[in-house]
């Protein structure tokens, strides 16, 4: 997955206004952390919507955890899967405009640490899943 990760969203297939609901809801959730239905929280990271996605338009959001390689190692993915789709469905959805071209797809992404979008680093413990937006619901479409 090559690619920059930035803020700067370019109008592209979205349009303006979607840009402009993007920026808005990340400086938003900026603020603090984001308590998840496991008792753990994330911070928002960023949002990335101007790289293909592999269900067509999407918008992945970035958020961070720092102790995630410990939790990895005693989470089952259930838990997890259930703590990304909470974000999506409360958090991603919300920010995702209601005109132009909507996504077909939505990365919800947890990492200990920022890293550059598309850059691979191992020492990065990171989990994703990409979920297909249908009304207030995430489903599941597996990476």
Not at 70 to 97: F, H, K, N, Q
Request: hydrophobic share 40%.
């Amino acid at each position: 997955m090559p690619g920059v990760c930035n803020k700067t969203v370019p109008a592209g297939p979205f349009g303006p206004a979607l840009a402009v609901a993007l920026l808005a809801g990340a400086a938003a959730g900026q603020a603090g952390a984001i308590a998840l239905p496991s008792g753990r929280a994330v911070s928002f990271h960023d949002v990335i919507q101007n790289e293909p996605g592999p269900t067509g338009l999407t918008v992945r959001f970035r958020f961070v955890e720092a102790d995630l390689a410990e939790v990895l190692d005693v989470t089952p993915y259930e838990e997890l899967e259930a703590d990304m789709r909470y974000l999506c469905e409360s958090y991603a959805l919300g920010r995702i405009s209601n005109t132009g071209p909507r996504p077909t797809g939505v990365v919800i992404s947890i990492s200990d640490r920022p890293v550059e979008f598309g850059a691979p680093d191992p020492d990065v413990a990171q989990v994703f899943e990409v979920y297909r937006p249908d009304g207030a619901a995430c489903v599941w479409e597996g990476y």
